[in-house]
């Protein structure tokens, strides 16, 4: 997909340091894996591996779902993942990790997956947590 999937998030809490990136190779997706095995394990209650982690997001990506990842000073702190589906956009989940959660990552995230889905062109963005359109074009 395409390259021009960088975006700088400036809030006021956060400033310049928070980077959002559509992750583009499979070698990039091993940042996701700490923060999916805090989410799964936060899910579920249980500790889950590193191993089950990436996994589990192979999975993902190979159903056709993209990545998101919010970096602070280059820290992986949360990440987020959508598909394509028909001529509508959907956010299937977003996760910050806890310590970095209140200062508006994850809308961060959101605001990226809805500019990606209307620079493409898609009718109708979705968002799966909340279960109602975002976005209609």
Known sequence: ??????????????????????????????????????????????????DLALEKIMRIKEDGSDFWIAKYKQMPVGYAIGIVRGESYRSEGIYVSPDYRGREIGLALKQAQIEFARNLGYIEIFSKWKGFVIFRH
């Open 1 to 50: 997909i395409a390259n021009f999937i960088n975006f700088l998030v400036i809030t006021s809490i956060m400033s310049q340091d928070l980077l959002i990136n559509l992750i583009e190779n499979d070698d990039d997706l091993l940042d996701i894996v700490p923060l999916k095995k805090a989410d799964d394990s936060e899910c579920t209650g249980s500790p889950i591996s590193e």
